[in-house]
Nanobody, 129 residues
């Protein structure tokens, strides 16, 4: 069974840090581009970060560039999102996602897919001021 499960969210003060995990089962996550997305109440989905499977390249939204780092541990079949210097505007439900369309490919396509074949249930990140 293909499954993505996020963990690591929580409540943190402004300036704090959290590391989110996206653990995959049922397929090798390393073969796919993997994206982190977030959605706050009343707002559209935002693509936060992406890690390519093809060349390991990464991309970040301007709003998180320099503060967030995405990485992968193939042995654990897990992708991480390290979030530093968190701000109240980072408050949202964060989830990871991938799709068969991005097998062995880079990120731009993944970030444009409206509905993902595989996505986690999400983890809440709340940053207090």
């Amino acid at each position: 069974q293909v499954q993505l499960v996020e963990s690591g969210g929580g409540l943190v003060q402004s300036g704090g840090s959290l590391t989110l995990s996206c653990a995959a089962s049922g397929f090798p996550l390393a073969d796919y581009a993997v994206g982190w997305f977030r959605q706050a109440p009343g707002k559209k989905r935002e693509g936060v970060s992406c890690l390519s499977s093809k060349d390991g390249s990464t991309s970040y939204a301007d709003s998180v560039k320099g503060r967030f780092v995405v990485s992968r541990d193939n042995a654990k079949n897990t992708v991480y999102l390290q979030m530093l210097d968190l701000k109240p505007e980072d408050t949202a439900v964060y989830y990871c996602a991938t799709d068969s369309l991005v097998y062995g490919s880079n990120c731009p396509l993944l970030m444009s897919i409206p509905l993902f074949e595989s996505r986690g249930q999400g983890t809440q990140v709340t940053v207090s001021s």
